[in-house]
């Protein structure tokens, strides 16, 4: 993955990557507008291990994990080696940006971060947009992370992604408030067992309830329907 992205910023192209979990799938399933921006990627990874399981019981048996997290800090590691600049948009303050911002300095000696914005809560008016834009242009950033939550991350650079030039947009979810050290990872077994969302909800109930016994269900129901047909239609 790594490769992939210096491929793209040394080619000079206008790509974004996206680490999607069960909730982005299912709402890219029943939201026409979720659907067009997750299409609009890229390249989307799945980041959660039930999309690997999911994607190899339907054949793809090279499917692995790309964990938003653990993405961005092996390629910020990676970054502090070459001088590529990253731009870090998201987080749920200024304040936690900041942190953010010296725990990956303090991490990755070198790293250059040329520029941060957290975002309000509302949707950005067009005037908002393009002062952004503008910001993030004139910093020079190579890489722009994006951690503002699914869908919104994914729908902000489907609208983005003509307006700026630098060459990577990458979509990391929670990874902000992990590296900020806001809220604390899942233990490594717990996510290569399908269980991080328990620990994540055991540490935000009031955050994450509805999602998970919105969407989990029904992509178990979604996978059985189209792992049925798939057999179905292979016999």
Excluded: K
């Amino acid at each position: 993955m790594i490769e992939w992205i210096d491929a793209m910023i040394a080619s000079d192209s206008r790509g974004s990557l996206s680490a999607a979990a069960v909730h982005l799938v299912m709402l890219a399933q029943e939201d026409a507008e979720v659907r067009a921006a997750v299409l609009a990627a890229s390249l989307v990874v799945p980041d959660g291990q039930p999309l690997v399981w999911a994607l190899r019981a339907l054949g793809h048996r090279s499917a692995s994990r790309v964990y938003g997290p653990e993405l961005m800090a092996r390629y910020c590691e990676h970054a502090a080696r070459t001088g590529t600049p990253a731009f870090l948009y998201g987080g749920r303050s200024e304040a936690v940006l900041i942190e953010l911002t010296v725990r990956l300095r303090t991490r990755f000696p070198g790293l250059e971060i040329v520029g941060g914005h957290s975002p309000p809560f509302h949707e950005p008016s067009a005037q908002e947009d393009e002062e952004i834009a503008a910001r993030i242009d004139a910093s020079g950033a190579a890489v722009v992370w994006v951690g503002i939550g699914q869908p919104r991350q994914e729908q902000w650079m489907a609208r983005m992604r003509p307006h700026l030039a630098a060459p990577m947009l990458i979509a990391v979810g929670a990874a902000f408030d992990f590296h900020a050290g806001l809220v604390p990872q899942a233990p490594d077994w717990m996510g290569r067992h399908g269980l991080e969302w328990t620990y994540r909800l055991a540490r935000e109930p009031r955050r994450l309830w509805r999602r998970y016994a919105r969407y989990n269900p029904r992509f178990v129901a979604a996978f059985a329907r189209q792992y049925a047909a798939q057999r179905s239609a292979s016999r």
